[in-house]
């Protein structure tokens, strides 16, 4: 952990302005956590939301459970902190979080819709009529 000296007020607004500017993941980070943000696996929210000025997010990413985590793999680092993230990085995990919450619900509305029965036994081109038998069975 990093320490500020308290009676060095230019040091401690040096840091505190870099807070308020957030940080950039890298790029292996950032994809990670633009899969999770897509599976509605992060939470964000904005570091000073009194602060207009302020225009960085606190960033805390999720680990994959069940199903997903034989497929997602994560870097432990990301998903042992609470990230600050840029306004940028924010603002683009949002959209992919949102876009991924539509895509998920559009499936599950399909879903609720589908009747798996006719699919299965009434099949396209099935209206034609099945094919005489020719053999004489006598």
Same mark, same amino acid.
């Given at each position: 952990? !990093?320490?500020?000296?308290?009676?060095?007020?230019?040091? %401690?607004?040096?840091?505190?302005? !870099?807070? /308020?500017?957030? /940080? !950039? %993941?890298?790029?292996?980070?950032?994809?990670?956590?633009a899969r999770l943000a897509w599976l509605g696996k992060i939470?964000? &929210?904005? %570091?000073?939301?009194?602060?207009e000025t302020c225009q960085s997010w606190l960033l805390h990413?999720?680990?994959?459970?069940?199903?997903?985590?034989?497929?997602?793999?994560?870097?432990?680092?990301l998903i042992n902190e609470i990230h600050v993230l840029d $306004?940028?990085?924010?603002?683009? %995990?949002?959209?992919?979080?949102?876009?991924?919450?539509?895509?998920?619900?559009?499936?599950?509305?399909?879903?609720?819709?589908?009747?798996?029965?006719?699919? /299965?036994?009434?099949?396209?081109?099935?209206?034609? $009529?099945?094919?005489?038998?020719? &053999?004489?069975?006598?």
């Amino acid at each position: 952990m !990093k320490s500020i000296k308290v009676t060095d007020v230019s040091s %401690l607004k040096n840091e505190l302005n !870099k807070y /308020k500017k957030g /940080k !950039k %993941l890298d790029i292996r980070y950032f994809n990670q956590a633009a899969r999770l943000a897509w599976l509605g696996k992060i939470t964000m &929210s904005p %570091l000073d939301a009194e602060d207009e000025t302020c225009q960085s997010w606190l960033l805390h990413v999720q680990p994959p459970e069940g199903f997903m985590a034989h497929f997602i793999t994560v870097d432990e680092d990301l998903i042992n902190e609470i990230h600050v993230l840029d $306004a940028e990085q924010g603002k683009y %995990l949002i959209e992919i979080m949102r876009s991924g919450l539509a895509a998920r619900a559009a499936e599950l509305e399909l879903l609720n819709r589908r009747d798996f029965y006719f699919d /299965k036994f009434f099949k396209a081109g099935a209206d034609t $009529a099945p094919p005489e038998d020719t &053999s004489s069975g006598n």
